[in-house]
């Protein structure tokens, strides 16, 4: 069992920056694969990135690369998401993951073993 808390959203102005964290709780955190996904209203839940339990492989949505950017702390039990170079459509309510499969197939099937309560991120024009 993982329990998932994000933080780091907010109110922030089209080319601005914010990092969100996502604090784990569970044993098993460090052999989890994490993700971040994220949902604007009347749109379905989208992928964003994740990252496998070794850091070693990372996957993005086209929407992002270049601009965000997921890490990992197993030490912390927290994985980040920075995002720079925020762009109105980027507002969402952001939501960190965790599953026991792989990076790659988080994206594919856009689903996760385990969920946070979101956290909402704000782009101003």
């Known amino acids: 069992q993982v329990q998932l808390v994000e933080s780091g959203g907010g109110l922030v102005q089209a080319g601005g920056s914010l990092r969100l964290s996502c604090a784990a709780s569970g044993r098993t955190f460090s052999r989890y694969a994490m993700g971040w996904f994220r949902q604007a209203p009347r749109k379905e839940r989208e992928f964003i990135a994740a990252i496998n339990w070794n850091s070693g492989t990372t996957d993005y949505a086209d929407s992002v690369k270049g601009r965000f950017s997921i890490s990992r702390d197993n030490a912390k039990n927290t994985v980040y998401l920075q995002m720079n170079s925020l762009k109105p459509e980027d507002t969402a309510v952001y939501y960190c993951?965790?599953?026991?499969?792989?990076?790659?197939?988080?994206?594919?099937?856009?689903?996760?073993?385990?969920w946070g309560q979101g956290t909402q991120v704000t782009v101003s024009s």
């Open positions: 993951a965790s599953d026991s499969r792989s990076a790659q197939l988080m994206k594919i099937r856009a689903e996760a073993d385990y």
